[in-house]
C-alpha cells in the first residue's frame, strides 16, 4: 500500500487548475455505449477510477483510448453485452451504469453488483427498480443483476427518495426506449444537467420542465458527439477548504462559484476570504475561523462529498459546530483518526431532519450516527493514518498539513481514484510531502 510521509504547519498558496469532475466523467463513459458512432470526451480526469472503466469497456468490445492529455476517445460500433469481473465492479460503483446501456443497444445484459466507497450500505434497489418500469425482465444471480428486453418501452417512474446514479441510469434508458418518459423527484445536480446535455448533444429529447422532473422523448437511435466534462465541484471544494484550514491562499482556476454556491456561502460565514469571477475562485484564510452548523442535502443544498473536509476546518475555528450528515448512513468513521490526532469531536445521533434522511431505513444500523459536535480550535498533533475511503483520504491529508509535527498515510490510492495528480499538486502550492520509505509503514 502506498505511504506518504505529511509534515504540517505550512500554509499552502498559489494556483491550481481544477480537473474534470470524476462523477460526470464516468458515467459519460457508459452514456457513449449508447450510439454506435464515435465519441470524444475533453477534460476527463487522469484518475485511477476512469482506468478502471476504460478497462471495463474493452471487455465489452468498446475502443476507449487516450487521444489527448484530458481528451478520451470512444468507439462503441461493436458492442457485445459479455460479462465483467466482479473484482472489476468491486472497485467502481459507476460500472453498473452500463446495464442500461447494453439492454437499449443489445436487448441483454448481465452486470455484477457493484463496490465503490465503504460509507454505508449503498443498494442498487433504486437503480434496479427504475429499469422495470421500461419491461425490463430482471432477476438477481450469484452477485450479477441479469436482465432482458427486446425494446425498452417509455415510463413514468417517481424516486421515492432523491438518488444522483438512479436518475442518471434512468436517462440512460429512456433516451432510446419508445414513447415518452418521465421522472418525477429526479436529482438536479450539475452532474446530471452535464450528463443531459452530452445526450441532447447526441440526438437525445430531455426537458426538465420543473426543478425535479425530467420528460424524455424516445428517440430511434443517437449520434457521435464530442463533449467537454464540466470542472470537479467536489476538487474545487476539496482544495477551498485546504486553503482555509492551513491558513493559506489558493486560485482555484476553472472552478464553477454557482457548482460551489453551498460550500463557498458556508466558508463566508466560517470567516474565510472568498473571491468569485469567469475565471475561477480564491479562497484565503482571514484571521479567525468561527463555528458553523452545516448540513448535508442533495442539491442545490451542502453536498455530502465536502463533509468530511469540512470537518477538519471546523477543528481549527472558534466555538461548538454541528455537522448532521442526511446523505449516506455511516460517513462520519473518518472522525476516530481526527480524535487521535487531538481534535475534539463527538458523534451522536439528532432528530431527523424535518425533510428525512435521504437513505432507505434497512441500510440504517444502530450503530451508525449521523452528526458531529465538533468543538473547536483544538491543535492537531501529527499521526500515523490510515485511509479508509476516497474522500475520507482527502480529508486525513488536510489534517496532517494542519498538524504539528509528521503524519504518515497509508491507503493513498483510495485518493487516487478520484484526484489527479492530487499529492503532487499539493506539493506545488507548498505541501510538505514525500513518499514515505517501505520501512516507515505504519504497522
Not at 415510463?155 to 442518471?168: A, D, L, M, P, R
Not at 482555484?252 to 460565514?269: F, I, Q, S, T, W
Given at each position: 500500500?502506498?505511504?506518504?510521509?505529511?509534515?504540517?504547519?505550512?500554509?499552502?498558496?498559489?494556483?491550481?487548475?481544477?480537473?474534470?469532475?470524476?462523477?460526470?466523467?464516468?458515467?459519460?463513459?457508459?452514456?457513449?455505449?449508447?450510439?454506435?458512432?464515435?465519441?470524444?470526451?475533453?477534460?476527463?480526469?487522469?484518475?485511477?477510477?476512469?482506468?478502471?472503466?476504460?478497462?471495463?469497456?474493452?471487455?465489452?468490445?468498446?475502443?476507449?483510448?487516450?487521444?489527448?492529455?484530458?481528451?478520451?476517445?470512444?468507439?462503441?460500433?461493436?458492442?457485445?453485452?459479455?460479462?465483467?469481473?466482479?473484482?472489476?465492479?468491486?472497485?467502481?460503483?459507476?460500472?453498473?451504469?452500463?446495464?442500461?446501456?447494453?439492454?437499449?443497444?443489445?436487448?441483454?445484459?448481465?452486470?455484477?453488483?457493484?463496490?465503490?466507497?465503504?460509507?454505508?450500505?449503498?443498494?442498487?434497489?433504486?437503480?434496479?427498480?427504475?429499469?422495470?418500469?421500461?419491461?425490463?425482465?430482471?432477476?438477481?444471480?450469484?452477485?450479477?443483476?441479469?436482465?432482458?428486453?427486446?425494446?425498452?418501452?417509455?415510463?413514468?417512474?417517481?424516486?421515492?427518495?432523491?438518488?444522483?446514479?438512479?436518475?442518471?441510469?434512468?436517462?440512460?434508458?429512456?433516451?432510446?426506449?419508445?414513447?415518452?418518459?418521465?421522472?418525477?423527484?429526479?436529482?438536479?445536480?450539475?452532474?446530471?444537467?452535464?450528463?443531459?446535455?452530452?445526450?441532447?448533444?447526441?440526438?437525445?429529447?430531455?426537458?426538465?420542465?420543473?426543478?425535479?422532473?425530467?420528460?424524455?422523448?424516445?428517440?430511434?437511435?443517437?449520434?457521435?458527439?464530442?463533449?467537454?466534462?464540466?470542472?470537479?465541484?467536489?476538487?474545487?471544494?476539496?482544495?477551498?477548504?485546504?486553503?482555509?484550514?492551513?491558513?493559506?491562499?489558493?486560485?482555484?482556476?476553472?472552478?464553477?462559484?454557482?457548482?460551489?454556491?453551498?460550500?463557498?456561502?458556508?466558508?463566508?460565514?466560517?470567516?474565510?476570504?472568498?473571491?468569485?469571477?469567469?475565471?475561477?475562485?480564491?479562497?484565503?484564510?482571514?484571521?479567525?475561523?468561527?463555528?458553523?452548523?452545516?448540513?448535508?442535502?442533495?442539491?442545490?443544498?451542502?453536498?455530502?462529498?465536502?463533509?468530511?473536509?469540512?470537518?477538519?476546518?471546523?477543528?481549527?475555528?472558534?466555538?461548538?459546530?454541528?455537522?448532521?450528515?442526511?446523505?449516506?448512513?455511516?460517513?462520519?468513521?473518518?472522525?476516530?483518526?481526527?480524535?487521535?490526532?487531538?481534535?475534539?469531536?463527538?458523534?451522536?445521533?439528532?432528530?431527523p431532519p424535518e425533510w428525512g434522511y435521504n437513505w432507505n431505513e434497512a441500510d440504517d444500523l444502530p450503530?451508525?450516527?449521523?452528526?458531529?459536535?465538533?468543538?473547536?480550535?483544538?491543535?492537531?498533533?501529527?499521526?500515523?493514518?490510515?485511509?479508509?475511503?476516497?474522500?475520507?483520504?482527502?480529508?486525513?491529508?488536510?489534517?496532517?498539513?494542519?498538524?504539528?509535527?509528521?503524519?504518515?498515510?497509508?491507503?493513498?490510492?483510495?485518493?487516487?481514484?478520484?484526484?489527479?495528480?492530487?499529492?503532487?499538486?499539493?506539493?506545488?502550492?507548498?505541501?510538505?510531502?514525500?513518499?514515505?520509505?517501505?520501512?516507515?509503514?505504519?504497522?
Amino acid at each position: 500500500m502506498r505511504t506518504i510521509r505529511v509534515s504540517g504547519g505550512t500554509p499552502l498558496r498559489g494556483e491550481v487548475r481544477i480537473a474534470g469532475a470524476k462523477n460526470a466523467a464516468l458515467k459519460m463513459m457508459a452514456a457513449a455505449l449508447l450510439t454506435e458512432e464515435e465519441v470524444l470526451l475533453s477534460n476527463v480526469p487522469r484518475i485511477s477510477d476512469v482506468k478502471v472503466m476504460s478497462g471495463l469497456l474493452q471487455t465489452l468490445n468498446v475502443q476507449a483510448e487516450w487521444c489527448g492529455p484530458h481528451t478520451l476517445r470512444i468507439f462503441a460500433g461493436d458492442l457485445r453485452p459479455a460479462r465483467f469481473g466482479i473484482e472489476v465492479a468491486a472497485k467502481i460503483r459507476a460500472s453498473f451504469l452500463v446495464l442500461a446501456p447494453l439492454l437499449a443497444r443489445c436487448g441483454t445484459a448481465s452486470v455484477p453488483n457493484p463496490g465503490g466507497d465503504r460509507i454505508g450500505h449503498r443498494p442498487v434497489d433504486r437503480l434496479v427498480e427504475g429499469l422495470r418500469g421500461f419491461g425490463v425482465n430482471l432477476e438477481y444471480d450469484e452477485a450479477y443483476y441479469n436482465a432482458e428486453c427486446p425494446r425498452l418501452a417509455g415510463c413514468e417512474y417517481t424516486f421515492i427518495k432523491n438518488s444522483h446514479t438512479g436518475t442518471e441510469h434512468q436517462l440512460l434508458a429512456a433516451v432510446l426506449a419508445e414513447g415518452r418518459s418521465v421522472i418525477h423527484n429526479a436529482a438536479q445536480e450539475p452532474e446530471v444537467d452535464d450528463l443531459i446535455a452530452m445526450l441532447n448533444s447526441m440526438g437525445a429529447r430531455i426537458s426538465r420542465p420543473a426543478p425535479r422532473t425530467l420528460v424524455i422523448e424516445g428517440v430511434q437511435r443517437l449520434y457521435g458527439t464530442h463533449h467537454t466534462v464540466m470542472p470537479d465541484r467536489i476538487e474545487a471544494g476539496t482544495f477551498a477548504t485546504i486553503a482555509a484550514a492551513t491558513d493559506g491562499d489558493i486560485f482555484l482556476d476553472g472552478a464553477n462559484p454557482v457548482h460551489m454556491a453551498p460550500l463557498l456561502e458556508k466558508l463566508r460565514e466560517a470567516g474565510v476570504g472568498v473571491e468569485t469571477s469567469t475565471e475561477g475562485v480564491r479562497v484565503r484564510r482571514d484571521g479567525d475561523l468561527t463555528a458553523v452548523n452545516v448540513t448535508t442535502r442533495p442539491h442545490p443544498g451542502f453536498m455530502t462529498d465536502w463533509q468530511a473536509p469540512f470537518v477538519v476546518l471546523l477543528t481549527q475555528a472558534r466555538g461548538e459546530s454541528v455537522v448532521h450528515e442526511t446523505i449516506f448512513p455511516n460517513r462520519l468513521g473518518y472522525t476516530d483518526q481526527l480524535n487521535e490526532m487531538g481534535a475534539d469531536i463527538e458523534l451522536f445521533n439528532p432528530a431527523p431532519p424535518e425533510w428525512g434522511y435521504n437513505w432507505n431505513e434497512a441500510d440504517d444500523l444502530p450503530t451508525y450516527r449521523h452528526a458531529a459536535r465538533i468543538r473547536g480550535c483544538t491543535p492537531l498533533t501529527a499521526r500515523d493514518l490510515v485511509i479508509p475511503d476516497l474522500r475520507a483520504g482527502a480529508t486525513l491529508i488536510i489534517a496532517a498539513l494542519c498538524a504539528d509535527g509528521t503524519s504518515h498515510i497509508s491507503g493513498v490510492h483510495w485518493v487516487e481514484r478520484g484526484y489527479e495528480h492530487f499529492i503532487d499538486r499539493l506539493r506545488l502550492l507548498g505541501g510538505q510531502i514525500e513518499e514515505s520509505f517501505p520501512a516507515e509503514v505504519p504497522a
